[in-house]
């Protein structure tokens, strides 16, 4: 396909809850195009776009793909998204490369909980919205049922471009509203009938269907939106299909199509109404700036790209994911990436069908393509001739469902860590980090979904057999009054032997960490040996002494001791300390600390209850509430254990269906109950006399 241009180009970003058919809309649009040669299924495996073994398995998207399809002098990008909540970050990335999101929902299920949230964000990026009102054949299907809940969910900007005629079993076609014209779906085709052959039961839907559309498409021209609220003239058809496009741009109409994507059966229609009405990239194309200006598509400027997505394939490397902002791009070309300063090189410039991929002599502003090899490149990247420009990426959810991941064996490890390097990568969903007071590597992701699908790619990928392990909570010990002990140690042996000698004070000191201080007179112990008696103080408090962990906020002073002038060394003095050291935390009162989160919950006004109550079970407590920026929403405040909340993306998805947000912050330390406290030095103990 030649590079279009921008205004034949329509970037169609599909939405909604998993289960809606949004892969099937794609399949079915490319077939009615003549694009594939069959309808592809998600069900059987057969699917152009979900192509993904882990994808197969699972009969859903994970990851978006992206189907070109030309339509007559047009190109529709049609970016295919996940709607599991696990792999919203890719969404929403993706999101930010269209000019407009069309959410598809189930006739049967209505708007569900992803669909609210993607229909937010893409309130909040400012982008044109439809809706696709799918599987209309299905038994129990009720098009006023999904109508209801999309206006009294969304708003009354939604108005229908079509009708069903029939629904269930007895579907037979859609009325188009815009051109008041009945299409009956036959076996290879579709059968158009002009406005006075409208079935007879559904005229008067269909006038005010037309009359509601109307009425929202004349806002967009202020004289004759005055002319038509004084009653002087209807909207012409002319009128109405000349102002159409503009309202769906300026977000006056939320237009929305109805049909079944199985049977092919109202996706032409939509197909045309696409490229006729749906804003194209200058007309709508903005972004934001890091430096809060925007700017819109523009293939007179010089080139300009913004990665929003990166993929690491095993068999062809890394691929970048381009919007082209201005200019033109072609093989060869060097773009700077605004980020690390580096030039980079485009040796092919590819249009993506799935996992196909061919090779394009340009690419337009405006358009979508992928870019293989560019290593140092990573979504959210911008690339211009000098670098200089950067386009603000979408700020994406925090990870907040923690796993700690081994190589079963050692040797892996490397291999373990490269993968997961990658992989974070190219979903900045995922963070991995190393945690050296747990010696643990762990993955941040969204939740268990999303980590299942990683492990299973790592060892198809990398044949690296890992295991998943709880995550250590980083308790602390600490000490809750003051206490002095001495620290002596002595050994003789055949020659030079070891003679230390010391009293500490311990004290408590609360969120002040360690403090050491002298307070030796006289030479009790040389001032050479003191830094020892500091170094194995430190060492003590590393091992803990309840229960294994580090030990904080606490002062120790050495005030007294004595030592032997051969036998007196480093050593000596660093063994004298810490047994010193435990001496003085038998009568210190040591006690465990464990982590706290504050956290804000957002829920619906109907969960309030069940979650105030939750968080009183995990010794949690509520610091306050506010109402939410949404209608009936419910913003609760609060503090709980860390060790109490560390898997609480999956339990606030299960006690609020998925509707629920939140976000956790590690602050503060607080004394860990008797029974806490117990179950650990038990762990601890039963541990050590396993030898481990």
């Known amino acids: ?245 503009k309202a769906i741009a300026q977000e006056l109409i939320i237009p929305v199509f109805v049909g079944s994507t199985i049977i092919m059966q109202g996706v032409q229609g939509l197909m045309e109404d696409i490229c006729t009405y749906f804003p194209h990239p200058k007309s709508h194309g903005r972004f934001r700036m890091a430096d809060d200006v925007t700017v819109r598509i523009d293939e007179t400027k010089p080139p300009c790209a913004f990665a929003f997505k990166t993929v690491s394939d095993p068999f062809v490397g890394r691929l970048t994911f381009l919007k082209v902002i201005s200019g033109y791009l072609e093989p060869g070309l060097e773009l700077v990436c605004g980020r690390t300063g580096k030039k980079e090189r485009l040796g092919k410039i590819q249009v993506m069908m799935g996992k196909e991929a061919v090779d394009v002599k340009s690419a337009k502003a405006g358009d979508i393509v992928v870019v293989p090899k560019l290593s140092d490149v990573r979504a959210g990247d911008t690339l211009s001739c000098e670098g200089t420009i950067a386009i603000e990426p979408l ?139 500091d170094k194995g103080v430190r060492e003590a408090m590393e091992e803990g002494f309840l229960a294994g962990y580090p030990m904080v906020d606490i002062k120790c002073t050495v005030f007294d001791g004595s030592y032997h002038s051969v036998d007196s060394n480093e050593m000596a003095f660093k063994t004298a300390a810490r047994i010193g050291f435990r001496a003085c935390c038998q009568n210190a009162g040591p006690i465990i600390l464990e982590p706290w989160a504050t956290m804000e919950v957002t829920v619906g006004e109907e969960y309030a209850g069940t979650i105030m109550g939750d968080i009183s079970t995990r010794r949690g407590r509520i610091v306050g509430t506010d109402a939410g920026f949404a209608a009936g929403e419910t913003v609760i405040k609060m503090r709980a254990p860390y060790a109490e909340v560390i898997n609480y993306t999956k339990d606030l998805r299960s006690m609020t269906r998925g509707s629920g947000s939140f976000t956790l912050t590690l602050e503060g330390y607080e004394q860990a109950p008797a029974d806490v406290t117990k179950k650990l030095v038990e762990a601890y103990e039963a541990a050590r006399a396993a030898g481990n």
């Open 395 to 533: 700020p994406l959810p925090e990870p907040l469902y923690p796993v700690a991941i081994e190589a079963v064996s050692k040797k892996e490890e490397d291999k373990l860590g490269t993968f997961l390097a990658r992989a974070a990568e190219a979903d900045p969903t995922i963070r991995i980090t190393r945690d050296e007071d747990t010696h643990q590597t762990i993955i941040h992701a969204m939740g268990e979904t999303q980590v299942d699908m990683l492990i299973g790619r790592l060892k198809e990928q990398s044949g690296v057999e890992a295991k998943l392990v709880p995550v250590r909570i980083p308790y602390r010990e600490t000490i809750t009054k003051q206490a002095e002990a001495q620290g002596r140690h002595k050994k003789q042996t055949g020659g030079a032997g070891q003679f230390g000698d010391c009293w500490l004070r311990l004290a408590p000191i609360p969120g002040e960490g360690y403090e050491f201080v002298d307070e030796i007179k006289g030479g009790a112990i040389p001032n050479g040996l003191i830094p020892a008696v």
């Open 1 to 245: 396909m030649a590079a279009p241009a921008p205004e034949h180009v329509r970037n169609i970003v599909l939405v909604g809850q998993d289960g809606a058919g949004k892969t099937s809309l794609a399949e079915a649009m490319l077939f009615v195009s003549g694009k594939t040669p069959r309808m592809g299924t998600t069900h059987d495996g057969k699917s152009y776009l979900d192509y993904d073994p882990e994808e197969i398995k699972r009969k859903f998207t994970i990851s978006t793909s992206i189907a070109p399809i030309p339509y007559k002098d047009y190109k529709i990008n049609v970016l295919d998204t996940s709607g599991h909540p696990d792999f919203i970050g890719d969404t929403l990335a993706t999101m930010q490369a269209a000019e407009m999101a069309l959410f598809v929902v189930d006739a049967v299920d209505g708007p569900q909980v992803m669909t609210t949230k993607l229909w937010r964000e893409a309130e909040d990026m400012r982008l044109s919205r439809a809706v696709y009102i799918n599987h209309i054949d299905r038994e129990g299907a009720n098009f006023d049922a999904a109508m209801a809940l999309l206006h009294a969910r969304f708003g009354g900007r939604l108005g229908a471009v079509t009708i069903p005629i029939g629904q269930g079993p007895e579907f037979e076609g859609v009325i188009d509203i815009i051109r008041m014209e009945a299409r009956y779906f036959e076996d290879g085709g579709e059968r158009v009938e002009a406005v006075d052959t409208l079935p007879a039961k559904y005229q008067e839907e269909a006038r005010n269907a037309r009359d509601k559309l109307c009425d929202l498409v004349a806002e967009a021209d202020d004289e004759l939106m005055m002319k038509y609220l004084e009653g002087e003239e209807q909207l012409t058809q002319e009128e109405l299909e000349g102002l159409l496009d």
